[in-house]
């Protein structure tokens, strides 16, 4: 009950950013359009932030599940690219009332799933730390982050699979060299 009360309440908050900027919304708003009251509210978020945080993470979470069920990297990655995409309005509105900053937290937790499983993956037969297997990810995630952000900056111009086709390759080809060229762990 609790999860489908948070759905419906950022659901209600998404419905109600598509006509009304992010400065301009009160939970008062998306309780009235939840059907919900305002203490429901409280139980589940702090403020309209922790909402967005909250349903920024859900987002990602979804997205990459639907990604994994399938072991074609690429596909993974254009989940991502697709869960941006159908949230578009809502990344823009974002963008424009909290900055930059906001867009690219939210990408970093939607793709960092991808990037460590890839780094895991090819690095299953090494001995490389964890610490380093963290390094190597981090890296990846911000270079796909600063990609997509560019991507997202350029109106999304290219479709989805052919940017995840280009990414794909860029990254698995960067992981295994970045995983091959480091020390082993000691």
């Known amino acids: 009950m609790a999860l489908s009360t948070k759905k ?3 659901a209600s908050f998404n ?3 598509r006509g009304k900027p ?3 919304i009160t939970i008062s708003d998306i309780t009235r359009d939840c059907g919900v009251n305002r203490m429901t509210f409280y139980y589940h978020f702090e403020d309209i932030y922790d909402l967005i945080e909250w349903a920024c993470t859900d987002a990602a979470k979804t997205a990459f599940e639907k990604g994994k069920a399938d072991c074609d990297g690429q596909y993974g990655l254009t989940q991502v690219f697709d869960c941006i995409y159908e949230n578009r309005v ?3 509105k974002i963008c424009c009332s909290m900055g930059r900053e906001s867009v690219e937290k939210f990408i970093n937790k939607l793709s960092y799933g991808y990037i460590y499983e890839t780094v895991e993956s090819f690095s299953a037969d090494k001995k490389l730390s964890e610490e380093n297997k963290k390094c190597i990810a ?3 995630n911000f270079a ?11 109106n999304m111009p290219e479709k989805t699979e052919i940017i995840a ?6 990254i698995r080809l960067g992981i295994r060299s970045a995983v091959d060229g480091y020390p082993n762990k000691t």
């Open 22 to 24: 992010l400065s301009k």
């Open 144 to 154: 796909f982050t600063g990609y997509a952000v560019n991507w997202i900056d350029r």
């Open 8 to 10: 419906a309440l950022a």
């Open 138 to 140: 981090e890296f990846y």
């Open 165 to 170: 086709a280009r990414l794909d390759s860029l």
């Open 15 to 17: 419905n109600i950013l």
């Open 90 to 92: 809502f990344i823009s």
